[in-house]
């Protein structure tokens, strides 16, 4: 059997709210430019397309963790696989992350950043889960808030596949 994926957010929605985001980021630090640290893979697509969306200075950084847990769930024991190519001591930075789940992930890359020492420090999330947070997390900017189930999409994989999705959609896997 095939997975199944029932959209839940239009590339319409999604795009417009993304659109929101960045004017609400240009305003936030007008006069003032900013730097993303993208959270590789699943927040490319969303990075970029908010890139475009910020008409103050923007400089794009990209961080790699791994999470140890299985396809659909994260451990909290979280591994920097790639870091970032430059000090961020004394810049604005704001973590793009596609989605918050339990918030363990985000929760150790937070408290990473925060000791480099950055001027200001802001988290930019696409999607949030709320109902499974284990772990305090604040989330500055939102697109999103969504049910508790499993998405793909705009950037959000399952074994791999979906990323290209121009949509958020909910998955159901099939048989491998
Ligand atoms: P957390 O540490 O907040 O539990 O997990 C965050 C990470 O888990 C996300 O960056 C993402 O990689 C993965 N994740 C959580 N929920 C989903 C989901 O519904 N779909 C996909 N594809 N990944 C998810």
Redesign the pocket.
């Known amino acids: 059997m095939a997975d199944k994926i029932e959209v839940l957010l239009t590339e319409e929605e999604v795009n417009k709210r993304i659109r929101e985001m960045g004017e609400e980021i240009s305003a936030r630090y007008e006069g003032q430019s900013v730097t993303l640290v993208c ?1 590789l893979k ?1 927040a490319a697509p969303f990075a970029c397309e908010l890139a475009k969306r910020i008409t103050i200075p923007v400089e794009i950084e990209f961080m790699r963790c791994s ?1 140890y847990g299985n396809e ?3 451990s ?1 024991v979280v591994k920097i696989v790639q870091d970032l190519d430059h000090p961020i001591r004394g810049k604005h930075v704001i973590v793009v ?10 929760n150790y890359l937070l408290t990473v950043l925060s000791e480099r020492e950055p001027a200001t420090l802001e988290l930019c999330a696409l999607l949030d ?1 709320p109902d ?1 947070r284990v772990t305090d997390v604040q989330v500055d900017y939102l697109g999103f808030e969504i049910p508790d ?4 999409g705009y950037g ?3 074994a791999q596949k979906y990323r290209n999705l121009p949509y958020v959609g909910i ?1 159901t896997p099939g048989n491998p």
Do not use: H, N
């Open positions: 959270i699943g999470s659909t769930q994260s909290g992350e596609d989605i918050i789940d339990t918030g363990r992930t985000m889960k499974r189930a499993f998405v793909v959000l994989d399952y998955c």
